[in-house]
């Protein structure tokens, strides 16, 4: 079975993008892709040396010249967190490296300020810029919502002082009045309540309800047009009449005595009444109508009014509205930033903030040690009592354990925490007997020096502070307990774990530890070990909980720390059959742990520096910085501060299969560092001292492990290193058995305890290098003199040390691990070497040994880049250093490779921050000494020779492109330094640096450039990278070089780039052109508005607004700027983006840059963008997305949109443009002819006559209805077989001429559309130029504009408001829900305009379909972003107000051409009524009000005397705004309505205001049909202010005009109460059309009102479905038309040419009458055949194509007439397809055009349609349940539920 054409249409795949992308080509290859015109800059520094006394003597010189301060060289002190500075004395320090280093931790920083640094970046970065808008309170009408607790209040208070007389009332129904029934029962007639009141005018009305608690009025009664007051008792016993001009009114009361009362007070108020009437009528005749010679002017005559309202306008002049105009204006730009930083990538923007160098930490912990407590306790005396506390003094350490990494992270911190009962247990001599030992009675200079810290303070400390740079849960805190060494480890544990709680034992084991303390205090033993997690383990947080429940004993198998972290793995995992082998000890360990306060005093480094904040004498306990052992995987960071120490590590002695000493079993391991190996040497006191010990001791001892031959060791020794080492520093270790059993005679000699079992020794320094990392050395038996000499391995010639005996057949049996924890010292070899090798070059040496130079260099490729970053301040400026000196190329591009090598290496570490931080703070450039290189110089060539394409190292390259920022950023701080160095900044920019640097810059510049466009697909990154830093470093060159030179420069750069290029080089450019002219003097360097010669006239000013060459010679940057802009247009949307974006970013930084905050000098910014005007210009068809452009007689059109190209729309959818009414003014005068091929076959009209279409034939308030007044546009569906030839067609039409503008105009006009964010971005960049610009530079654009060109501009303003239109707080919210609930749909272009009220939704019923969903959601809008929009709205109408104005008091010649029936004037008051039709805020209402007063004062033949259209037009507006929530907007418009009144009866010479007369009541017709609810107090009000006004213009008293404007107020008022009936009806769609028919045939005598009507009468019967008789209705307004130009003897056929189509449109539309207002018409032969066009739209759309013919008969004839071809084929091919469907339905017999239904109505409810017949009509096929159902809900709702029965039998009825 074959598939629907319709099925396989949605399933072919791509057709939609293949036609996209088919038309885009297209249109991109018909424009020319020719490559922008390259323009040589201006000589600048000729320019201005010539021009110095011009620039010199303006008065905005600042912004003209270059400052003289803009750069200074300041020395910053190195500010240090330690009290003193870290770094000892270097005086006699002899190796290169230490000597480097330690300057670079004391030198000071060497900073290149840039004094307008902050304007260099983007908007956002400079001064002050953040600081917010003042935002003002904006009142908009949208956003007011009645509460109607409120409204209540307001109206019963107003009750109160108008009501005159209140009560019920019955009032008989309208339809009983009018059929003049006698035997009106009461039943029949409606119980209301009635309010008499006074209005402000003085005039009566009679307000009725529908009981007294009800505050909407149902109806009202004027009795300005009450004749008598009778009564009437033919219609009931206490009934009355009011007998009106035009009807009467019966009213009955329920008893005589109201009815009397309701009579006197209504003849009280006709007696009134007829007094007004009386004194205006005599005033009338006394005084002669004044003739137009003595009418006065409308100032002059305003100024004799008492009203204050009228003579405060008197009073108004151009100058005092302008200026009222700038009171309280805020900064356009200031209130777009929010919008902007919406959609922009603010990392692009932001520059990374570059620190100083310093110390960094990760997460840091203040950990206080408080208890520990174990089970087994003594009591002791204290004082006068006896507390419990520890048997024996126990020595705890903590430390950090990470087991991810299986390491220590942290030094051990050695706390204590015993009892000083407990802690004395130690004799002093026996702690510090090795010190004394060793002790020489000489001063000891070894120690480090700790200042005045008192050592008895630093003895006993018990907190410390941690810092963890990479936290995770799997680190650990333990602690180790060691206790005094006493015998075997289990037999010390058994009083510990002993379960018998008795006291006794406490105290036995003290006394016992009493005597071994005295013996072997200074010995220690392991006891314990305790962990806990320091994290939580999901959260992360610290935990805080302090309490260690679990403390395991020390097992002597399992004492490393690679035990221990296996023990710790198995805690982590909770492994219980592990952990159940671990002995418990009963007790526990308080800890506390939190997080570091800021400014914790008295705290030391890890090398006993005091840390700012200090107080001496310390007010605090002592904290310790613990340091933090990093892993070597982990980054790492330059060193800043001095640190020299050294951790040794015992791991392991193996003496278990030694034979040389018989008593080896309790051995301790003691640790010494010496100088030298001579006898009498001594330990250096440079070891870290234990709790009770001095800061520094000469010995350390390990713990001892009883009887254990191979002893496991896990201490931890700390040595301070001296500065400067040398070959016989060296570590000591001494080996002791220790005899634990005292010894049976009374004399304890010290020889007894511990006998020497060998001596160990390791070198620090080997080959120049400190020795590190695990060790295994061998132990000897002694230790001769000289032991440094030996070797125990030398057994070949030359051997001379001494003879030692080695233990254990010369075996290594100690293992020990060394950490060096050093910034003055590395532990490469490859780095010391480096910098010892260039100790030895000597600058003076004739010749230096190149190759050997090189081999260093190449070597240097091996060192870690952790090392590199460690010491990154003295390699890279040795390295430096090194290029300045006399080297040949080799060694020079070896050092390259080496610096790009360490600036990759630190980059791939994530660390660029730190080569930033080198470049701004520590680099100073150098000189040669012999041959003068600098090193901007030697970079400038060493780097070109790099990038040569010969060189074949293309990691190299890439890696050069991708940090090539940091070498041009040395290059521009060696400039600068070399500059103020040798005081050469005072040289004019030509002779500062020699032309071969130049040329060096030059050929660098096109290196990297050629690089970047042929590697940029490949390399991505690089490329990007290099971009971005050749931009910074040409744009600082500006502040150093010859201007003219870097400019050259960056016409280099771009001549590189062609057009159609890739979106990626586009990006490339649009960036390098962002950082470029983000310059902080970019507006001197661009020399605004300086000429060499004077300009003369305005019209020389041409110029300044066109891309010519001698604008872009001049204004070079900013004409680069924007030709770029230019071409970007013909490109994709992101090319375009790109380059919207940089225009809107720089204006915005001009905007916010307070140095040119002036409006003179915003004004002088402004002229570099004046040829931007053009530009928008050529693009205006592009910013109006979805709508079509308007072809003149093909009627099929291509359209683009959604950026580049999309799919066409059909526009069956979109309603047809009529002729301009009221609601839209938008007239395109220019005549566009089709320049598109025509691309379908299957033509349909532009209009649409479905359901809720056709309201919008009257008023098409869109700006899609751009065409000539009198054309109809119509398009087609885009087939897909038609795509090749569009392509073709477009190809083919390339035709560019120049306008006398200046804008470059194309014939083939472009129309894919603009996004939304494209369109604001072009329109504020326009609105700001606007917003600044002069008004004599503006005036001379517009003197050279042509027409056409000024018709687009206003076209551009009027985009301008509908585009930043503030659409209310609940549209804002619906939208931001819709996104975010769908975040794939975008936002439009053109916000949805809001027409006249009925017109067609259309367009917006999608979204308002989807987020009707989201109406459960809370409505809470953001009051700042509403408040936002609403300013930004109302400063672009103030801009386009003032751009408006100032045309129209410029050009009044050319607006009152032709009385101002003219494109021009058509145009610009099109934007004045936009912000009618808008809704503006209510002061800029205010405003646009007096805006208007200004242009009824200047322009009176315009709007009396030329066509009606402008003043119709105006009205329709003002009545709108007579309604309005905002009372001062209704107080406005109710003055503007008078003053037109007024104004329209001086021009006729005070004979009468017909014009205006006439086109308020058909404004209010049309209003009405709109369903705008007019019939309301507020509408009310405006009409009594109007009357009000006219009552009290003293200057109006004697002549006919007051009682005129009653008169018309009388009359809108007649219409009111006739529309208010059909409010009763509305949901009565029958009896609605009923009575929209009665009042369409009284205004028989007025064509456009009966035309307004039956338009109203269609719209109604569109909404209902019956297209039959909504196309009657159109072609009764046809014959209309044409019966009007009968009557002008232009169609002389009339209304008589449609008797074939209907006998009733002859009878109906031949009664027109000729009146006053028939001049105000202007229709004409081009309306006719539009509205016949209608016509044959409307009848095919409801199915009545028999009748198509008859219309067509009329409308070929006007074809023919105009020759226009295209229309008549068209026009025979709808009548084709409507005949062959007239024959294919009489085949099938298929056409249901209704179903009809007889209903006969019964009961006296029905008043009189009781028992009458009526057939309804229902659309297609409607059955008999449905109609029944549709009757019975209209009548139960009006009736009520158990009033109406539906009768559903056939039976007879009896009445």
């Known amino acids: 079975m074959s598939e629907r054409k319709f099925a396989q249409g949605l399933i072919r795949p791509g057709s939609a993008a293949l036609m996209r992308e088919t038309v885009s080509q297209a249109v991109r290859e018909s424009e020319v892709m020719t490559k922008p015109k390259q323009v040589e800059p201006l000589d600048y520094e000729t320019f201005v040396l010539k021009n110095r006394n011009v620039l010199e003597g303006d008065s905005d010189r600042d912004m003209l010249v270059f400052p003289n301060d803009d750069i200074q060289l300041k020395k910053m002190p190195r500010r240090f967190r330690t009290t003193k500075s870290t770094v000892p004395p270097s005086d006699n320090v002899s190796g290169l490296f230490v000597r480097e280093c330690l300057k670079s931790y004391s030198s000071n920083w060497s900073v290149l300020h840039w004094k307008y640094e902050p304007y260099s970046g983007s908007y956002a970065q400079l001064p002050r810029s953040d600081i917010p808008e003042e935002l003002i309170p904006q009142v908009y009408e949208v956003d007011i919502e009645h509460d109607a607790k409120e409204d209540e209040s307001a109206l019963k208070r107003t009750m109160s002082r108008t009501v005159t007389k209140a009560g019920y009332l019955y009032l008989t129904p309208d339809r009983q009045q009018e059929s003049g029934r006698i035997n009106i029962s009461v039943k029949s007639m409606k119980k209301r309540f009635f309010y008499l009141k006074q209005q402000v005018d003085t005039s009566y009305v009679l307000e009725y309800h529908k009981d007294d608690k009800k505050l909407e009025a149902k109806g009202i009664i004027y009795l300005d047009s009450l004749v008598d007051v009778v009564k009437n008792p033919k219609r009931g016993k206490f009934a009355f009449e009011l007998r009106m001009q035009e009807r009467a009114l019966t009213l009955s009361a329920d008893s005589e005595q109201d009815a009397d009362s309701w009579m006197t007070i209504l003849r009280r108020v006709l007696e009134v009444e007829r007094r007004v009437s009386t004194a205006v009528s005599y005033s009338s005749f006394e005084e002669n109508i004044p003739s137009a010679g003595r009418s006065e002017s409308l100032h002059e005559s305003l100024r004799q009014s008492r009203n204050p309202e009228l003579q405060k306008y008197a009073c108004e002049t151009e100058r005092s509205i302008r200026e009222a105009r700038q009171e309280g204006r805020q900064r356009l730009y200031k209130l777009y930033r929010h919008e902007m930083q919406k959609n922009e990538r603010l990392e692009d923007e932001e520059e990374p903030k570059v620190d100083f160098y310093g110390e960094r930490f990760g997460m840091r912990l203040l950990i206080k040690c408080e208890d520990l407590t174990f089970r087994l306790l003594v009591s002791l005396p204290h004082g006068d009592k006896h507390t419990v506390c520890q048997v024996e003094p126990y020595f705890t350490t903590l430390a950090l354990y990470d087991i991810r990494e299986e390491c220590k992270i942290s030094e051990d911190f050695h706390f204590d925490i015993n009892d000083p009962r407990v802690r004395d247990m130690i004799p002093k001599d026996i702690q510090m007997a090795p010190e004394m030992l060793n002790a020489n009675g000489k001063m000891d200079r070894s120690q480090p020096d700790i200042g005045s810290l008192d050592e008895e303070w630093l003895q006993f400390r018990n907190q410390a502070l941690f810092s963890v740079m990479r936290p995770h ?59 806990r997690p320091l994290l939580k383990p999901f959260t992360q947080e610290i935990d805080t909980y302090s309490e260690f429940t679990t403390i395991y004993r020390q097992d002597q198998a399992t004492l490393t720390d690679a035990d221990l972290i296996k023990y710790l793995g198995y805690l982590k995992q909770k492994r219980v059959d592990k952990l159940s082998k671990l002995q418990s000890i009963p007790g526990s360990i308080q800890l506390t742990i939190e997080p570091l306060t800021p400014n914790l005093p008295n705290c030391l480094t890890p090398s006993l520096v005091p840390v700012r904040p200090f107080p001496e004498p310390p007010t605090n306990p002592v904290t310790y910085e613990v340091q933090e052992f990093l892993p070597e995987s982990t980054s790492s960071y330059p060193y800043t501060s001095y640190m020299n120490n050294l951790y040794v590590y015992p791991l392991h002695l193996k003496y278990d299969t030694q034979k040389s000493f018989t008593k080896a079993r309790n051995i301790a391991c003691v640790i010494e560092f010496r100088d030298s190996d001579s006898p009498d040497a001594t330990p250096l006191k440079c070891i870290y001292g234990r709790p009770g010990m001095p800061a520094f001791v000469r010995t350390a001892s390990a713990a001892v492990l009883h009887h254990c031959t191979a002893p496991p060791m896990y201490e931890e020794v700390k040595v301070a290193l001296p500065l400067q080492l040398h070959e016989r520093h060296h570590i000591l270790f001494r080996f002791y058995h220790v005899s634990c059993e005292s010894p049976k005679a009374s004399i304890k000699k010290r020889e007894n305890v511990e006998t020497a079992v060998g001596y160990a ?49 010369t075996k290594a049996l100690l293992r020990v691990y060394l950490r060096l924890v050093s910034t003055v010292y590395t532990k490469d070899v490859h780095l010391q070497k480096f910098f010892a090798h260039c100790e030895k070059m000597d600058p003076a040496a004739e010749a230096i040994d190149n190759s050997e130079t090189c081999n260093v260099l190449k070597v240097l490729h091996a060192v870690e880049i952790g090392t590199f970053t460690k010491f990154l301040l003295p390699v890279l400026n040795q390295l430096f250093r090194l290029l300045a000196m006399d080297v040949n190329e080799d060694v020079a591009q070896n050092v390259i490779r080496l610096l790009i090598h360490v600036v990759h290496g630190i980059h791939a570490t994530g660390k660029a921050d730190i080569l930033h931080a080198y470049v701004k703070y520590v680099f100073i450039t150098t000189t040669g000494s012999i041959t003068g290189k600098t090193i901007h110089e030697e970079l400038a060539r060493n780097l070109t020779v790099a990038l040569r394409p010969a060189n074949a190292d293309l990691i190299l390259i890439n890696n050069l492109l991708g940090h090539s920022a940091f070498f041009f950023d040395i290059i521009i701080k060696s400039m600068a330094q070399h500059l103020m160095g040798s005081d050469r900044m005072k040289l004019p920019r030509t002779e500062r640096f020699p032309t071969d640097f130049q040329f060096r810059v030059q050929t660098l510049v096109q290196a990297i450039v050629q690089h970047i466009i042929s590697k940029y697909k490949e390399n991505g990154t690089e490329t990007h990278s290099a971009n971005v830093g050749l931009a910074n470093f040409i744009k600082r060159c500006f502040t150093f070089m010859d201007r003219n030179f870097v400019l050259k420069l960056v016409n280099l750069y771009m001549e590189k780039f062609s057009p159609g290029g890739s979106k990626v080089l586009y990006e490339y450019k649009f960036e390098f052109l962002r950082i470029v002219c983000a310059y902080e003097h970019y507006v001197a360097l661009n020399l605004p508005m300086v000429r060499p010669n004077a300009i003369r006239n305005i019209k020389e000013f041409y110029h300044e607004f066109t891309l010519s060459d001698d604008f872009r010679k001049h204004h070079f940057l900013s004409g680069l700027l924007l030709v770029e802009l230019k ?144 054309s109809a546009s119509s398009t087609s569906t885009l087939q897909e077989k038609d795509v090749g030839e569009m392509g073709d067609s477009l190809k083919n039409q390339i035709n560019h001429q120049r306008s006398p503008s200046g804008v470059q105009l194309s014939q083939v006009i472009r129309y894919d ?142 607006l009152q051409l032709n009385n101002g029936d003219n494109t021009l004037m058509y145009r610009l008051y099109d934007i004045h009524l936009h912000y009618l039709q808008t809704g503006q805020s209510e002061t800029l209402t205010r405003h646009v009000f007096a805006t208007f007063r200004c242009f009824i004062n200047s322009y009176p033949e315009a709007l009396f005397e030329g066509s009606a259209q402008l003043c119709g037009s105006l009205i329709y507006e003002v009545l709108r705004s007579c309604n309005s929530k905002l009372q001062n907007s209704r107080a406005d418009a109710c003055a503007l309505l008078y003053l037109l009144m007024r104004s329209n009866f001086e021009y006729t010479g005070r004979k009468n205001f017909t014009r205006v007369h006439l086109q ?27 009357n009000n006004y006219a009552n009290h213009d003293k200057a109006q008293q004697l002549t006919p005009f007051p009682g005129e404007v009653k008169d018309l107020t009388k009359r809108i008022r007649t219409v009111l109460m006739a529309t208010a009936q059909m409010k009763e009806h509305e949901s009565d769609p029958e009896m609605l059309v009923d009575l929209q028919y009665s009042l369409a045939n009284s205004y028989a005598s007025t064509p456009e009102l009966r035309r307004t009507w039956l338009e109203n009468m269609a719209r109604i019967h569109c909404k209902n479905g019956n297209l039959s008789e909504a196309a009657q209705c159109y072609v009764h307004v046809a014959a209309l038309v044409a019966e009007y130009l009968k009557r002008k003897e232009i169609f002389l056929d009339g209304c008589s040419a449609f008797r074939s189509i209907s006998p009733n449109i002859e009878l109906d539309e031949s009664n027109m009458k000729e009146d006053a ?67 294919d339905v009489m085949r099938r017999g298929m056409r249901l055009l209704g179903t009809y239904f007889k209903v006969v109505f019964y009961g006296q409810y029905f008043e009189l349609d009781d028992g009458k017949e009526f057939i309804y009509k229902e659309p297609k096929v409607t059955s008999l349940s449905e109609i029944s159902e549709r009757l019975r809900n209209l009548y139960s709702e009006k009736y009520g539920q158990d009033t109406v029965k539906l009768i559903q039998d056939s039976n007879d009825v009896s009445t």
Not at 1747 to 1765: A, C, D, H, S
Request: include cysteine.
């Open 761 to 809: 020794w390791i070198p620090i320094v080997k080959n120049g290098v400190v020795t590190v990392d695990e060790q295994n050395i061998f132990v000897a038996q002694d230790l001769p003199p000289g032991y440094l000499t030996s070797d125990p391995q030398g057994f070949g010639k030359g051997y001379a040390g001494p003879i030692i005996k080695w233990i254990d057949n």
């Open 1717 to 1783: 207002g028939m001049d105000d018409i202007q229709y004409t032969e081009d309306t006719l055949l539009e509205k016949l066009e209608m016509c044959a739209y409307g009848l095919d759309q409801a199915e009545r194509w028999e009748m198509m013919g008859q219309v067509y008969r009329l409308i070929i004839p006007l074809y023919e007439k105009q020759r226009n071809f295209q229309a008549l084929a068209d026009a025979y091919q709808r009548l084709h397809v409507a005949y062959s469907k007239v024959v």
């Open 1560 to 1586: 308020t009541i058909i404004s209010v017709s049309q209003l009405l049909g709109e369903e705008v609810p007019l019939n309301n107090a507020r509408f009310q009000e405006s009409l009594s202010n109007i």
């Open 1127 to 1270: 071409y970007a247009m013909r490109e994709y949307r992101d090319t375009r983006k790109l380059a919207i974006g940089v225009l809107r970013n720089q204006l915005a930084k001009h905007a916010f840059d307070d140095r040119y905050a002036s409006r003179r000098q915003q004004s002088k910014v402004v002229s570099l963008y004046l040829p931007f005007l053009g530009i928008v210009l050529e693009n205006v068809n592009r910013l109006i997305l979805q709508q079509p452009p308007q072809m003149t007689s093909s009627h099929s059109s291509a359209i683009f949109a959604n950026g580049d190209v999309s799919s066409v729309v059909d526009l069956s959818h979109i309603s047809m443009p009529s002729t301009p009414q009221r609601g839209s003014m938008v007239l395109d005068p220019m005549n566009r002819s089709s320049t598109l091929p025509n691309l379908g076959k299957e033509q349909v009209l532009l209009s649409h006559v479905g359901a809720g279409s056709l309201s919008n034939m009257t008023n098409a308030s869109s700006l899609s209805n751009v065409s000539d007044r009198s």
């Open 473 to 531: 849960p799997e680190i650990y805190l333990v602690v180790r307990i060691e206790k005094v060494l006493h015998g075997s480890l289990t037999q010390s544990m058994e009083p510990y774990v002993n379960k018998n709680n008795d006291t006794r034992l406490g105290l036995k084991v003290h006394r016992q530890m009493s005597g071994v303390c005295q013996r072997l205090g200074h010995y220690r033993m392991p006891l314990a070990w305790a962990a």
């Open 1313 to 1454: 559309k603009l996004n939304r964010d494209e369109v604001r971005d072009l329109l504020i960049c326009f609105l700001y130029i606007l917003e600044n610009i002069s008004a004599e530079l503006l005036l001379g654009w517009w003197q050279n504009c042509t027409e056409t060109e000024l018709l687009n501009f206003f076209k551009l303003l009027e985009l301008c408001l509908e585009n930043f239109r503030y659409p209310g707080k609940k549209s804002l919210f619906m939208r931001q829900a819709f996104v975010e609930n769908n975040p794939q749909q975008r936002a439009l272009t053109l916000p949805s305009r809001k027409g006249p009220p009925g017109g067609p939704i259309r367009a917006i019923s999608t979204y308002t379909e989807r987020t009707t969903v989201l109406t459960s959601i809370s409505e809470d809008v953001d009051s700042h972003t509403a408040l936002l929009m609403a300013n930004v709205s109302s400063e672009v109408g103030l801009i386009i107000l003032d751009t408006v104005t100032l045309f129209t008091s410029n050009f009044k010649a050319q």
